[in-house]
């Protein structure tokens, strides 16, 4: 247990530089560019439940662009740097894994619900793990890509929040095998700076 407590203390020590890094970087790009608009910028939150009894949250920063729009005012794109921690079994026998992921998302809005703008997502991006053995499988590479299908409603005052369902899917794509890919059920709420 003191050990499961330790490695969870040096994975938070290691994401909170991590994220320190990104809203430092954020911060000095975003003022030091034309477009230093912080409301660009979200923070989301979120549970994710994976195969068995895997269970963890992700965290994340998004820097949503208005660059599709001037194509189709249905059209979104968004950046997300997140950091994921995972937890699998019971204390005699447990596992957990730490990751980074960074991701581009494409959001197309297709419905409303009283007013509130429904949107499909997807995105293909990159992920670290910290270990390639967890909750009884061995994914090969400590990188992998980061797969998701999500539905996002967007509301509150101007359609500042979200909450999302999403599936998401870790795999190296088969560059090396074994690949059995990690499978995600999410649901996380995002909030605009």
Do not use: C
């Not at 938070?12 to 991590?18: E, H």
């Not at 998701?148 to 999302?164: E, P, T, Y």
Request: glycine share 6%; net charge negative.
């Amino acid at each position: 247990m003191k050990s499961n407590l330790l490695q969870f203390f040096k994975h938070f020590i290691v994401a909170l530089t991590f994220f320190a890094g990104v809203l430092a970087s954020t911060y000095s790009f975003a003022t030091a560019s034309l477009d230093s608009d912080i409301s660009k910028y979200a923070v989301s939150a979120g549970y994710i439940h994976g195969e068995g009894d895997v269970r963890g949250i992700k965290i994340a920063l998004q820097y949503h662009s208005d660059y599709l729009q001037q194509y189709n005012s249905n059209l979104n794109l968004y950046f997300e740097t997140s950091v994921n921690f995972w937890e699998y079994g019971v204390e005699n026998n447990y596992d957990s894994n730490f990751v980074l992921a960074l991701s581009p998302v494409f959001e197309y809005q297709f419905s409303e619900y009283k007013s509130n703008p429904i949107f499909v997502e997807f995105g293909i991006g990159v992920s670290l793990l910290d270990d390639t053995r967890f909750a009884g499988k061995n994914v090969s590479t400590h990188y992998q890509f980061e797969d998701r299908l999500g539905i996002v409603m967007k509301f509150g005052k101007n359609k500042r929040d979200s909450i999302a369902l999403r599936y998401l899917h870790y795999s190296n794509a088969g560059f090396k095998r074994p690949n059995p890919g990690l499978d995600f059920i999410s649901l996380a709420y995002t909030a605009f700076l």
